[in-house]
T-cell receptor
Framework: GAVVSQHPSWVICKSGTSVKIECRSL??????MFWYRQFPKQSLMLMAT?????????EQGVEKDKFLINHASLTLSTLTVTSAHPEDSSFYIC??????????FGSGTRLTVV | KQEVTQIPAALSVPEGENLVLNCSFT??????LQWFRQDPGKGLTSLLL?????REQTSGRLNASLDKSSGRSTLYIAASQPGDSATYLC????????????FGPGTSLSVIP
């Protein structure tokens, strides 16, 4: 089946630094990828839709200058959390749309900003 | 605006019991519905995907049904095992394959040995 690889699985960074999270589709091409954020004991909230070769579409309330998304190829999308602060600490998950398998999700990234 | 709810929010059952998890959605114009499992601190594992034209899907001890007209889906787990303990999420995709996926809040399942 379709596989989405997400790295890193966890990261700890200092306040004010930037962190990049990668999401790769391993055995299929993903023209569209999605980035979600999950707070403890809550469901997934869509942050943005990443389209290969074009600008990402952000959901209402998501700061596009803080959460930079790049989808430069059909198999790779990246989310960069810029100038991270403790309130950005969360679980971030990417997914890719594959018409055969529906939505395939990465394993997630636990970000802790100290 | 599509809203997805799941009942119950939490469920604790003894090992071996059959159980049903419920998912409801407000807009019946959906492309498909997907059930996921999430273990603590982990990503999502897809369990079953039901296209809008289908009524149910089965995989091993899992059976998911879909009733679009009433806006409901159920996930049936037979002969539950402690390894089934996890949070179960249902997710609904909008009317077309390009629409967003909306997640329910999840049901936290605990199977007691």
């Amino acid at each position: 089946g379709a596989v989405v690889s997400q790295h890193p699985s966890w990261v700890i960074c200092k306040s004010g630094t930037s962190v990049k999270i990668e999401c790769r589709s391993l055995d299929f091409q993903a023209t569209t990828m999605f980035w979600y954020r999950q707070f403890p004991k809550q469901s997934l909230m869509l942050m943005a839709t990443s389209n290969e070769g074009s600008k990402a579409t952000y959901e209402q309330g998501v700061e596009k200058d803080k959460f930079l998304i790049n989808h430069a190829s059909l198999t790779l999308s990246t989310l960069t959390v810029t100038s991270a602060h403790p309130e950005d600490s969360s679980f971030y998950i990417c997914s890719a749309r594959d018409s055969l398998y529906g939505y395939t999700f990465g394993s997630g990234t636990r970000l802790t900003v100290v | 605006k599509q809203e997805v709810t799941q009942i119950p929010a939490a469920l604790s059952v003894p090992e071996g019991e059959n159980l049903v998890l419920n998912c409801s959605f407000t807009d019946s114009a959906i492309y498909n519905l997907q059930w996921f499992r999430q273990d603590p601190g982990k990503g999502l594992t897809s369990l079953l995907l039901i296209q809008s034209s289908q009524r149910e899907q089965t995989s091993g001890r899992l059976n998911a049904s879909l009733d679009k007209s009433s806006g409901r889906s159920t996930l049936y787990i037979a002969a539950s095992q402690p390894g089934d303990s996890a949070t179960y999420l249902c997710a609904v995709r909008g009317a077309t394959s390009y629409d967003k996926v909306i997640f329910g809040p999840g049901t936290s399942l605990s199977v007691i040995p």
